[in-house]
Protein backbone atom coordinates (compact mmCIF):
# COMPACT_ATOMS: atom_id res chain seq x y z
CA UNK A 1 0.00 0.00 0.00
CA UNK A 2 1.42 3.54 -0.83
CA UNK A 3 1.94 5.58 2.68
CA UNK A 4 1.16 8.97 0.58
CA UNK A 5 -2.74 10.20 0.18
CA UNK A 6 -2.33 10.62 -3.58
CA UNK A 7 -4.55 13.18 -5.78
CA UNK A 8 -8.26 12.17 -5.40
CA UNK A 9 -8.36 10.59 -2.41
CA UNK A 10 -6.89 14.53 -1.34
CA UNK A 11 -9.66 15.62 -3.85
CA UNK A 12 -12.57 13.83 -1.80
CA UNK A 13 -11.41 15.06 1.85
CA UNK A 14 -11.31 18.48 0.22
CA UNK A 15 -15.03 18.68 -0.77
CA UNK A 16 -15.77 16.86 2.74
CA UNK A 17 -14.46 19.75 3.98
CA UNK A 18 -15.56 22.39 1.82
CA UNK A 19 -18.98 21.05 2.73
CA UNK A 20 -18.23 21.31 6.64
CA UNK A 21 -17.03 24.73 6.26
CA UNK A 22 -19.69 26.24 4.14
CA UNK A 23 -22.63 24.92 6.39
CA UNK A 24 -20.39 26.72 9.24
CA UNK A 25 -19.82 29.81 7.47
CA UNK A 26 -23.42 30.09 5.95
CA UNK A 27 -24.65 30.32 9.49
CA UNK A 28 -21.99 32.92 10.60
CA UNK A 29 -22.62 34.84 7.59
CA UNK A 30 -26.45 34.68 8.02
CA UNK A 31 -25.91 36.09 11.84
CA UNK A 32 -22.91 38.55 10.70
CA UNK A 33 -25.88 40.41 8.26
CA UNK A 34 -28.72 40.20 10.54
CA UNK A 35 -26.70 42.14 12.59
CA UNK A 36 -24.96 44.68 10.63
CA UNK A 37 -28.28 45.33 9.18
CA UNK A 38 -30.00 45.64 12.50
CA UNK A 39 -27.69 47.95 13.53
CA UNK A 40 -26.73 49.97 10.09
CA UNK A 41 -30.66 49.66 8.92
CA UNK A 42 -30.86 49.00 4.87
CA UNK A 43 -28.23 51.69 4.04
CA UNK A 44 -25.89 50.57 1.27
CA UNK A 45 -22.67 51.10 4.04
CA UNK A 46 -24.33 48.19 5.74
CA UNK A 47 -24.62 46.07 3.29
CA UNK A 48 -21.16 46.78 2.35
CA UNK A 49 -19.95 46.43 5.90
CA UNK A 50 -22.08 43.20 5.74
CA UNK A 51 -20.24 41.72 2.97
CA UNK A 52 -16.57 42.55 3.75
CA UNK A 53 -17.27 41.11 7.46
CA UNK A 54 -18.39 37.79 5.40
CA UNK A 55 -15.26 37.48 3.12
CA UNK A 56 -12.96 38.06 6.24
CA UNK A 57 -15.20 36.44 8.41
CA UNK A 58 -15.11 33.53 5.88
CA UNK A 59 -11.29 33.55 5.50
CA UNK A 60 -10.27 33.29 9.59
CA UNK A 61 -12.63 30.47 9.42
CA UNK A 62 -11.03 28.41 6.59
CA UNK A 63 -7.61 29.15 8.10
CA UNK A 64 -8.47 28.47 12.00
CA UNK A 65 -10.16 25.10 10.95
CA UNK A 66 -7.08 23.87 8.37
CA UNK A 67 -4.51 25.03 10.44
CA UNK A 68 -5.86 24.20 13.89
CA UNK A 69 -6.69 20.57 13.23
CA UNK A 70 -3.88 19.51 10.88
CA UNK A 71 -1.75 20.60 14.02
CA UNK A 72 -3.96 19.21 16.61
CA UNK A 73 -3.62 15.40 17.76
CA UNK A 74 -5.64 14.22 14.85
CA UNK A 75 -2.82 15.74 12.33
CA UNK A 76 -6.29 16.24 10.30
CA UNK A 77 -9.15 17.99 8.98
CA UNK A 78 -12.34 15.98 9.32
CA UNK A 79 -12.55 15.15 5.75
CA UNK A 80 -8.98 13.89 6.25
CA UNK A 81 -9.89 11.65 9.11
CA UNK A 82 -12.49 10.27 7.38
CA UNK A 83 -10.13 8.83 4.96
CA UNK A 84 -7.71 8.16 7.25
CA UNK A 85 -4.86 10.68 6.30
CA UNK A 86 -2.59 12.37 8.08
CA UNK A 87 -0.42 15.51 7.80
CA UNK A 88 3.28 15.16 8.78
CA UNK A 89 6.36 16.90 8.50
CA UNK A 90 9.10 15.34 6.36
CA UNK A 91 9.72 12.77 9.15
CA UNK A 92 6.43 11.73 9.90
CA UNK A 93 6.29 13.67 12.96
CA UNK A 94 2.99 16.36 13.88
CA UNK A 95 3.37 19.50 12.82
CA UNK A 96 2.82 22.88 14.97
CA UNK A 97 0.21 25.18 14.43
CA UNK A 98 2.94 27.29 12.21
CA UNK A 99 3.66 25.28 9.92
CA UNK A 100 0.05 24.53 9.65
CA UNK A 101 -0.55 28.46 9.02
CA UNK A 102 1.86 28.51 6.33
CA UNK A 103 0.62 25.25 4.66
CA UNK A 104 -3.03 26.68 4.54
CA UNK A 105 -1.11 29.96 2.72
CA UNK A 106 0.34 28.18 0.71
CA UNK A 107 -1.96 26.90 -0.84
CA UNK A 108 -3.29 30.25 -2.21
CA UNK A 109 0.00 30.17 -4.67
CA UNK A 110 -0.66 26.32 -5.94
CA UNK A 111 -4.43 28.17 -6.80
CA UNK A 112 -3.01 31.49 -8.26
CA UNK A 113 -0.64 29.09 -10.50
CA UNK A 114 -3.99 27.81 -12.88
CA UNK A 115 -4.24 25.22 -9.68
CA UNK A 116 -0.62 23.12 -11.06
CA UNK A 117 0.26 23.30 -7.31
CA UNK A 118 -2.21 21.15 -6.33
CA UNK A 119 -1.90 18.88 -9.70
CA UNK A 120 2.25 18.39 -8.46
CA UNK A 121 -0.09 15.60 -5.84
CA UNK A 122 -0.66 13.25 -8.92
CA UNK A 123 2.79 13.59 -10.64
CA UNK A 124 5.32 13.69 -7.71
CA UNK A 125 7.60 10.77 -5.74
CA UNK A 126 5.73 11.80 -2.37
CA UNK A 127 2.49 12.89 -3.31
CA UNK A 128 3.56 16.82 -2.87
CA UNK A 129 1.89 20.03 -3.84
CA UNK A 130 3.44 22.34 -3.81
CA UNK A 131 2.35 24.40 -0.89
CA UNK A 132 3.61 20.84 1.27
CA UNK A 133 7.14 21.52 -0.49
CA UNK A 134 6.81 25.04 0.68
CA UNK A 135 5.79 24.01 4.48
CA UNK A 136 7.83 20.91 4.51
CA UNK A 137 5.35 18.75 4.62
CA UNK A 138 3.59 15.21 3.40
CA UNK A 139 -0.07 13.94 3.82
CA UNK A 140 0.70 10.06 4.48
CA UNK A 141 -1.78 6.89 5.37
CA UNK A 142 -2.72 6.76 8.82
CA UNK A 143 -1.55 3.27 8.09
CA UNK A 144 1.82 4.17 6.82
CA UNK A 145 5.13 2.40 7.94
CA UNK A 146 6.95 5.45 7.86
CA UNK A 147 4.82 7.85 10.45
CA UNK A 148 7.32 8.59 13.56
CA UNK A 149 6.46 6.25 16.47
CA UNK A 150 5.72 9.00 18.38
CA UNK A 151 3.09 10.25 15.93
CA UNK A 152 -0.83 10.59 17.55
CA UNK A 153 -2.31 7.45 15.76
CA UNK A 154 -5.72 7.98 15.33
CA UNK A 155 -7.15 5.17 13.84
CA UNK A 156 -5.53 2.38 16.50
Known amino acids: MQPYGGFWVRVLAYIIDVMILQFAT ?9 LAFAIGGTSET ?3 SALIAFYVLALAA ?5 AIMESS ?17 EHGERIGFGRATGRYFAKILSAMIFLIGFCMVGWTERKRG ?4 IAGTLVQRSDS ?4 SNSAKVFE
Open 26 to 34: SILSGMGVG
Open 46 to 48: AAA
Open 62 to 66: NWLYF
Open 73 to 89: RWQGTVGKQALKLVVTD
Open 130 to 133: LHDV
Open 145 to 148: PFLA
